[in-house]
């Protein structure tokens, strides 16, 4: 009985402290080993979240508005502002032809090695760098740019057929693809994209086409593509207050036109 009572002797409580670093080592390693393990699952996981955002998120067919801010407010008293500069940044790649690009229509398609050309000049007499963008006094037609998003391999899948044109698309887009069909015999092969007035006054159109002709998609690396542009004209007509907001969508069958939605609101402070 008293033998179970018996404190430990020396050696005993040398190999039982030996014990205990051997057992404290080991968590430590363990520890150690599993906050590695830990590390690389979390770096791991990062790098896949980043893929899948890369390609799920930042590469969704659609397109990008310029200038990119969502309030254009500007005095249109003053010769400049940030937004005509923006636009004078953009155009830039335009104002030069590449060597390998060529005139393509319907028939006419790029060929390995080529693209097809975009001219400066398709995006009107007011949206262009020499009228300041129409954001200056005596032009109050302030223009937003649109170019679709530099996707790989993604084409649109056009609408063929009157019918399969969706219900939520805007009359007045309806209305101008429709009258396409009797003018050449067939809906174009367009990713189509509309502008709409949800508030404010005024008018917005679009130069020179109603959307992005397919012969532009799918975005080819191996030349030197440029993106197709839409100008989107904000006409005011002597409205009272110079202020509207636009809603921009893209239309093809292989988009959710509700997940391309964009809206910018347009103001110009005058004083006189
Ligand atoms: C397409 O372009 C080619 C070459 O520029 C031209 O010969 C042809 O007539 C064009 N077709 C249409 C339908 O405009
Ligand atoms: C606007 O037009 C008027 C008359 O044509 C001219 O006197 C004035 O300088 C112009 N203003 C700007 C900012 O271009
Ligand atoms: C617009 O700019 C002019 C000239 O700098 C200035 O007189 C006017 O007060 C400005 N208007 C507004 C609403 O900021």
């Given at each position: 009985?008293?033998?179970?009572?018996?404190?430990?002797?020396?050696?005993?409580?040398?190999?039982?402290?030996?014990?205990?670093?051997?057992?404290?080592?080991?968590?430590?390693?363990?520890?150690?080993?599993?906050?590695?393990?830990?590390?690389?699952?979390?770096?791991?996981?990062?790098?896949?979240?980043?893929?899948?955002?890369?390609?799920?998120?930042?590469?969704?067919?659609?397109?990008?508005?310029?200038p990119?801010d969502?309030?254009i407010?500007y005095?249109?008293?003053?010769?400049d502002n940030v937004y005509i500069t923006e636009l004078?940044?953009?155009?830039?790649?335009?104002?030069?032809?590449?060597?390998?690009?060529?005139?393509?229509?319907?028939?006419?398609?790029?060929?390995?090695?080529?693209?097809?050309?975009?001219?400066?000049?398709?995006?009107?007499?007011?949206?262009?760098?020499?009228?300041?963008?129409?954001?200056?006094?005596?032009?109050?037609?302030?223009?937003?740019?649109?170019?679709?998003?530099?996707?790989?391999?993604?084409?649109?899948?056009?609408?063929?057929?009157?019918?399969?044109?969706?219900?939520?698309?805007?009359?007045?887009?309806?209305?101008?693809?429709?009258?396409?069909?009797?003018?050449?015999?067939?809906?174009?092969?367009?990713?189509?994209?509309?502008?709409?007035?949800?508030?404010?006054?005024?008018?917005?159109?679009?130069?020179?086409?109603?959307?992005?002709?397919?012969?532009?998609?799918?975005?080819?690396?191996?030349?030197?593509?440029?993106?197709?542009?839409?100008?989107?004209?904000?006409?005011?007509?002597?409205?009272?207050?110079?202020?509207?907001?636009?809603?921009?969508?893209?239309?093809?069958?292989?988009?959710?036109?509700?997940?391309?939605?964009?809206?910018?609101?347009?103001?110009?402070?005058?004083?006189?």
């Open positions: 009985m008293e033998a179970r009572h018996k404190p430990l002797s020396q050696s005993e409580n040398e190999l039982a402290t030996t014990n205990n670093n051997n057992n404290n080592n080991k968590r430590k390693k363990l520890c150690i080993g599993v906050c590695i393990a830990v590390c690389i699952a979390a770096v791991v996981l990062a790098m896949i979240c980043i893929i899948v955002k890369y390609v799920f998120l930042t590469t969704k067919p659609g397109f990008i508005l310029h990119s969502s309030l407010s005095n249109s008293s003053h010769k004078n940044k953009f155009i830039k790649a335009y104002e030069t032809l590449p060597s390998d690009s060529i005139l393509c229509n319907d028939t006419t398609k790029p060929g390995p090695g080529e693209s097809c050309q975009y001219r400066e000049e398709w995006l009107g007499g007011v949206c262009k760098k020499d009228n300041s963008w129409g954001y200056t006094i005596n032009n109050t037609h302030p223009c937003i740019l649109v170019t679709p998003n530099m996707v790989p391999y993604w084409v649109p899948d056009t609408y063929k057929t009157e019918e399969e044109l969706p219900e939520e698309m805007p009359q007045y887009l309806k209305n101008n693809i429709i009258d396409s069909i009797y003018d050449v015999g067939h809906i174009s092969k367009f990713a189509w994209v509309s502008c709409e007035v949800l508030s404010g006054e005024g008018y917005c159109s679009l130069t020179p086409w109603f959307g992005f002709p397919d012969y532009f998609f799918p975005y080819n690396t191996n030349t030197n593509y440029r993106s197709p542009v839409l100008s989107a004209r904000v006409d005011w007509r002597g409205a009272q207050k110079k202020y509207v907001k636009l809603r921009f969508q893209m239309w093809a069958k292989n988009l959710d036109p509700k997940e391309t939605i964009q809206t910018i609101t347009v103001e110009a402070n005058q004083s006189n």
